[in-house]
């Protein structure tokens, strides 16, 4: 019983994704606490939790991302589980490790997973030895500029130039000749050195071969204590601003069904050669114009984009990782039908993208067939600069993609943000441009939109 293994279950996150979890957790019966920061106190996911701990101020390192508090608020509320979301402490397997020593259930893969998958360049030798495709890069961390420019002139221009730990797209940037790598490499070592706590031996870059016009395709993956690791349909992320994600669907509709079939056996074979065990994704680099592929990264925890696979194949992922946490391995036959796309709402300039926090003064969310929408925030919350500008996620499904498309128009003006700056006028932009009206669009949309390429 889920109730006897689980529950009360604590969720150490914030905003949409913790209201989101807890819903499920409820559904199934569950207790569910919550911890927040003073900046959090009033919003959503605080007040529809079953209980709620304040475990610090505002800044995350004192709060979300203290490991000690949040397994104290864990013992003294006598929670038995604690699902990290995403962000935050979610692949951290120093604390998934101390979860696990605290005697709690741990609801994501075994730390040793997350290890192996952390670490960009650890993960591509793996993968290439696993049979999965890899794009030409370096096999070893690149501490400097040296090594940087003999890497480059093996691997061939363009490059893409990243940290090898961390995600999110921070310190990734692309470099066509000697200079714009040197300045890519500055800024990739600057990020690895704030970002991913390297050693002060040198930061942990990685560099491998750019390919033009890429799609971002991920697949969702789940598994399962028997061994088993199922695909469960791919999610199209190329719509990005600064190399972070800010549309989503699926299925991809710029892939074929053949190459479709060759990503989701290559996304099972990546978890079954880490003994993958829960939600995760393989994320990938697909060259449309070749119908090919390669590796990218792997995230070890419930994506922001979840909801369009829930929204194609019915399944409630937040369940099955809890079922998956609690030693079940459910019957997953996944068969996908229609379309649907996520608009993340974010608050923030539609234009440049900066954050442009604020005092919600009005919110009204659209409804109707078709229509999901997962919200951190109502009227009269403030989004403060203390975390991720995302406000909600605005999802749309239909039996086609033109009628996700058309619901999405409608959904979009419908959605009523006022107060802090938002991202809406931008999504209403893109539902209208012919790139991606057509489909045909990669990873330099945004930037074409905006004419910065």
Not at 67 to 93: C, D, Q
Not at 103 to 118: F, Q, R, S
Not at 146 to 162: D, F, N, R, W
Not at 190 to 207: E, M, Q, S, W
Request: charged content about 25%; some cysteine.
């Amino acid at each position: 019983m889920l109730t006897e293994t689980l529950g009360p279950v604590l969720i150490a996150n914030r905003g949409e994704i913790a209201r989101r979890i807890i819903r499920t957790v409820k559904r199934l019966g569950l207790r569910a606490i919550a911890v927040h920061s003073e900046a959090d106190g009033d919003l959503p996911f605080v007040r529809e939790a079953d209980e709620a701990v304040l475990i610090g101020p505002a800044n995350p390192a004192q709060s979300y991302l203290d490991a000690a508090k949040v397994l104290e608020a864990a013992r003294a509320t006598g929670a038995k589980a604690i699902h990290p979301g995403y962000g935050f402490l979610a692949e951290n397997a120093a604390f998934a490790r101390a979860v696990i020593d605290a005697g709690l259930v741990w609801i994501g893969p075994a730390p040793e997973a997350i290890d192996k998958m952390g670490d960009k360049i650890n993960a591509r030798n793996l993968m290439e030895i696993a049979g999965v495709p890899v794009a030409a890069g370096t096999r070893e961390p690149v501490a400097d500029l040296s090594q940087a420019l003999k890497a480059a002139e093996s691997i061939g221009y363009p490059v893409m130039v990243k940290t090898a730990g961390g995600g999110g797209g921070i310190g990734m940037s692309v470099a066509h000749d000697d200079e714009g790598l040197a300045k890519a490499f500055e800024q990739a070592a600057r990020a690895a050195a704030r970002f991913a706590g390297d050693a002060l031996d040198g930061p942990a870059v990685l560099i491998e071969r750019y390919i033009e016009r890429a799609r971002h395709v991920e697949v969702q993956i789940l598994g399962l204590p028997d061994g088993r690791v199922v695909a469960l349909g791919e999610r199209d992320c190329s719509v990005q601003r600064r190399h972070q994600k800010v549309v989503e669907e699926s299925p991809s509709p710029g892939i074929t069904p053949e190459l479709r079939e060759r990503m989701l056996a290559a996304a099972a074979r990546s978890g079954e050669a880490v003994g993958y065990l829960g939600a995760g994704t393989v994320e990938c680099l697909v060259d449309a114009d070749k119908q090919d592929f390669v590796f990218l990264e792997m995230n070890t925890r419930l994506q922001v984009e979840h909801p369009v696979t829930e929204l194609v194949t019915g399944l409630d992922l937040v369940e099955l990782q809890l079922r998956v946490a609690a030693g079940e391995s459910p019957e997953v036959r996944p068969v996908t039908t229609g379309h649907a796309i996520e608009f993340r709402v974010y608050a923030e300039d539609p234009k440049r993208f900066f954050p442009g926090p604020g005092t919600i003064t009005e919110w009204v969310e659209p409804d109707g067939e078709g229509v999901r929408v997962d919200s951190g925030y109502t009227a009269g919350n403030t989004v403060t600069p203390f975390y991720d500008p995302l406000m909600a996620k605005l999802c749309v499904y239909g039996e086609t993609r033109a009628d996700a498309l058309e619901r999405g128009r409608k959904a979009v003006d419908a959605f009523v943000v006022e107060g802090p700056k938002n991202n809406l006028p931008f999504c209403a932009e893109l539902l209208d441009n012919a790139e991606f009206v057509t489909g045909d669009y990669d990873t330099g949309l945004v930037a074409r939109m905006r004419g910065l390429r």
